[in-house]
């Protein structure tokens, strides 16, 4: 199969990357010590650390988990993922 590779598809690509390397050089050298960088200093409000850790449950790979799970065992697998 061949596909055709867009320019414009490649440049924005690029451009994310540089965005996103960028943001975390900018905001990795304003971290100061380690409880800086993975706790904000503490700083951080328990209903937005609880948001975050409910995306973190509710990513791709635990969709993906149960999706298999009833793939192969059913909508029984339901319960175990």
Request: one cysteine or more; proline letters at 0%.
């Amino acid at each position: 199969m061949h596909y055709d590779v867009s320019v414009l598809a490649i440049v924005l690509f690029l451009a994310f990357v540089v965005f996103v390397v960028g943001i975390s050089f900018y905001l990795g050298s304003r971290t100061k010590s380690a409880d800086g960088y993975y706790a904000a200093g503490g700083t951080i409000h328990w209903a937005v650390n609880g948001v975050a850790f409910a995306g973190d449950y509710l990513s791709a790979a635990s969709f993906l988990g149960i999706c298999g799970m009833i793939a192969t065992k059913g909508y029984d697998g339901f319960l175990y993922s």
